[in-house]
């Protein structure tokens, strides 16, 4: 069975920006004096996961406790700065068309809290039917979150896909690794904070780089 398979919540929207300002928002509230500017972010989105993003910040002085704190505070605060502001990315909503079309599956394979993921879905509801994504991926489905291969070794199985047949779109190289681990054919779909340079994964047209592999692969 064929599937596309959008990976990080970057692949499917643009919300780094609002991420950034939700996080430092989440210090002021939680009592640390930390602020992550747009240069620093930048880096930091390179690896992906929250909480470890914050646990390795910190250089290991947070415990797990208040790392899950900050980020229930960062959720909170991604909810009140995302409403209303969020879109799809260009292609996203072409490409959904075209899969529904073709009866090839789509998943959302990523591997981020479930809070998180729950505030995107809402805020693209109005854009996007989730109801006709085949599968819909968190932290808590998996021992290892990206970039370890498991979210995606899971997903081929959940969907009955084979990896020969199935197209990951992730939007950092980190996670690329993702699905490239678990051999599945995969584009970097880079968002506007990704750092990257030539790389043959680099998709500027998802919508054409997705018909490609399924029509001429």
Known sequence: MKSIL??????????????RQAFNEAFKEFGVDWYWNVANYIKM?????GLNRLIEYSKNEINSDDAKQIHLLKIKHFKLLSENNLKP??????????ALKHNIKIGFITTTTKGTLDLVINNLSKYIDFSKFDLITHDELVTNRKPDPE???????????????????????ESCNSSINAKIQTFLYPGEYTIYGENSLISRDILKSVKSFFEEG
Do not use: C, H, M
Request: charge should be negative.
């Open 151 to 173: 979210i995606y070794k899971f997903a081929l199985n959940y969907l009955g896909s084979t990896q020969s047949s199935s197209i990951a779109i992730e939007n950092t190289l």
């Open 45 to 49: 989105l390179q690896k992906p996961g």
């Open 6 to 19: 959008f990976g990080s919540i970057g692949s499917v929207v643009e919300s780094s920006e609002i991420q």
């Open 89 to 98: 990315r260009d292609g996203v909503l072409d490409l959904i068309q075209y």
